[in-house]
């Protein structure tokens, strides 16, 4: 074997000894566990927002009344109400499943 395949190979094997033993692949898995498994929950949460939102388009929009406003405003005299609405029989995703008498494992 020429030198140059040899010094080539040692260079693997030093940089894959330092890889190794600086990243496990256990590490790495739950890397990758971790970022699919965030994805995942972004991708959930932005579907079910947007499904609710279509799902409950026509549905009235009504402020608060007057005087929850200002028993909300003495607790929490910070907080600002004015875009605050009240969507009434609000048809919400995780009322779109049925209730079973199966335990789910």
């Known amino acids: 074997m020429p030198k140059t395949e040899m010094v ?13 033993k600086n990243f496990s692949l256990m590490a790495i898995w ?9 994805t995942a929950g972004v991708v959930v949460n932005y579907v079910t927002k947007t499904s609710a939102s279509i ?3 026509n549905k009235k929009h009504l402020q608060i009344q007057a005087d929850i406003k200002n ?3 003495s607790y ?12 009434k029989n609000v ?8 209730r079973r008498n199966t335990l789910m494992v």
Do not use: G, H, R
Request: with cysteine.
């Open 8 to 20: 080539a190979l040692k260079k693997q094997y030093i940089f894959w000894n330092i890889f190794l």
């Open 30 to 38: 739950n890397s990758f566990k971790d970022f699919i498994s965030e």
């Open 55 to 57: 799902v409950n388009c």
């Open 71 to 73: 028993k909300i405003v």
């Open 76 to 87: 929490f005299p910070t907080i600002d109400l004015s875009k605050v609405q009240i969507i």
């Open 91 to 98: 048809t919400l995703p995780a009322n779109w499943f049925e």
